[in-house]
């Protein structure tokens, strides 16, 4: 990856569903190291976003790009993405972890760490298991390798996922709503795991509705709101001395 281009570049994004219009018009850059969240009410376009982000949606009009590769680009008002093997290309930039795990059920852990590196990647298969095995360590799940995912907490499942988007070699690993379907206690476990990424500067964007959890671990905060970027900058500004009506109503829901 080219080191002065930004990890990931959206441009002037625009995604309809039918007449709804979720997303309109936006842009967003993401520099190596950095960590966004991206926050807002439901229905405010951010999972959408992301699902554009990681091509798994198409957008209707924009650019992407994931440093020096270019994967969409504008041409006669709408967006033409590249051929298979950029988006081949494309997908080995990034790791994406979703709000409801998406293991496979049938497979181990370790064979959920390594089956995308082996069968996409094409890598060695010795090499990818050293380096599953010292995620596993990381993300405190030793003993869990032979385990299938009804065997483990939710929590202990989405740290899993974390493991699995990390063994790819992401430039950037993509969150959406991370702890959204755990409990407080699960919710902090994995939080916890997402600190001590951002504190090795692992490039992360982040949707969620953890607040507090934004503020003390993002460098930016993104909000988002009927398909547009109100309000962004840096995280303790947005949270603590929003400047917009619309971010102000939002965090006041959350006044914690």
């Known amino acids: 990856m080219a080191e002065n281009k930004p990890v990931v570049r959206l441009s002037h994004i625009k995604k309809s569903f039918g007449d709804a219009e979720v997303l309109k018009d936006i842009s967003l850059e993401v520099n190596p190291g950095e960590v966004v969240a991206i926050i807002g009410p439901s229905g405010g376009g951010k999972s959408t976003l992301l699902r554009c982000a990681t091509l798994l949606e198409t957008f209707d009009a924009g650019e992407l790009s994931y440093g020096d590769l270019e994967v969409a680009t504008m041409q006669n008002g709408k967006a033409v993405y590249g051929k298979k093997d950029v988006l081949r290309a494309a997908k080995s930039r990034f790791g994406l972890v979703f709000q409801n795990y998406n293991l496979f059920p049938h497979y181990t852990v370790l064979k959920n760490i390594m089956d995308a590196p082996i069968a996409v990647q094409k890598r060695d ?41 990390l063994c790819l070699n992401p430039d950037i690993v993509f969150f959406d709503e991370p702890t959204s379907a755990l409990d407080p206690e699960l919710t902090a476990e994995v939080l916890k795991v997402i600190k001590q990424l951002a504190a090795e500067h692992m490039t992360m964007v982040i949707v969620t509705h953890e607040m507090s959890f934004a503020r003390d671990v993002a460098d930016r905060i993104v909000f988002m709101d009927g398909g547009v970027i109100v309000e962004e900058g840096p995280a303790e500004q947005v949270i603590n001395n929003p400047q917009h009506d619309r971010t102000k109503a939002f965090l006041n829901r959350y006044d914690d």
Request: proline share 2%; hydrophobic share 35%.
């Open 125 to 165: 298969k010795a090499d990818v298991e050293r380096q599953a095995r010292e995620l596993i360590a990381k993300m405190g799940l030793d003993g869990n390798e032979g385990k299938v995912p009804c065997e483990l907490s939710g929590g202990q499942q989405q740290r899993v996922s974390i493991a699995r988007a």
